[in-house]
């Protein structure tokens, strides 16, 4: 356990149904990441967050895709209409701010597995 | 932007050694990760190089050579519990000046008895 938390663990969902996950980073990390990973694929990058900037986002995060982090703490990634090919698993990072190993290192949460059908 | 390339897959036998190969080609390099992911679960921190040479961790070590764009991951003394995939991650400063993290397809490793 990394402490970075995930809700859900997993999620089925009909085509064209809005769906909304949440990640908890660790307390102290200001820094906040997600990824997509498909079977057999690394994680892909979606977007990061600093406090409670969005900072960076992918050109795979089509407008379908929006995430917050209103409070600079836990983070949400919504996907609405959703399409078959949104089926993979949802990977949440966070990281400590500044330079070093030790704050450099990205930590995963579980991950919320979406399957649409 | 920037490639990573390793290999898909690799077998190598229980108690032996296994050497994972990373190249990479990015601009504004500034660090480069391994990651452990089972199957089904989620990618766990194995080792971190920014400078050239190699960093040891108990049975992995991890080798960086900027200059060329390599890196292995080495695992010593193999268990049956290492099989897994194992990430290669690079980071790079972009032209906004926001650091990327951006992963190989990673390289599934079975242990064999």
């Known amino acids: 356990d990394t402490g970075v938390s995930q809700n859900p663990r997993h999620k089925i969902t009909k085509r064209g149904q809005n ?20 079977l057999g694929q690394g994680p892909e990058f979606l977007t990061y967050f600093q406090n409670e900037a969005q900072l960076e986002k992918s050109r795979l995060l089509s407008d379908r895709f929006s995430a917050e982090r ?5 983070s949400t990634l919504e996907i609405q209409r959703t399409e078959q090919g949104d089926s993979a698993m949802y990977l949440c990072a966070s990281r400590a701010g500044g330079q070093g190993s030790r704050t450099d290192t990205q930590y995963f949460g579980p991950g919320t597995r979406l399957t649409v059908l | 932007g920037q490639n990573i390339d390793q290999p898909t897959e690799m077998t190598a036998t229980e108690g032996a050694i296994v050497q994972i190969n990373c190249t990479y080609q990015t601009s504004g390099f500034n660090g480069l990760f391994w990651y452990q992911q089972h199957a ?24 960086l050579s900027r200059s060329k764009g390599y890196s292995y991951l080495l695992l010593k003394e193999l268990q049956m519990k290492d099989s897994a995939s194992y990430l290669c991650a690079v980071r790079e400063r972009n032209s906004g000046g926001y ?15």
């Open chain 1, 70 to 74: 209103p409070k600079g703490s836990f």
């Open chain 1, 19 to 38: 769906v909304t996950f949440r990640c908890d980073p660790i307390s102290e990390h200001n820094r906040l990441y997600w990824y997509r990973q498909t």
């Open chain 2, 40 to 63: 089904g679960e989620a990618p766990t921190f194995l080792s971190y190089n920014v400078l050239d040479g190699l960093e040891e961790k108990g049975r992995f070590s991890s080798f």
């Open chain 2, 99 to 113: 650091q990327k993290v951006t992963f190989g397809t990673g390289t599934k490793l079975q242990v064999i008895p």
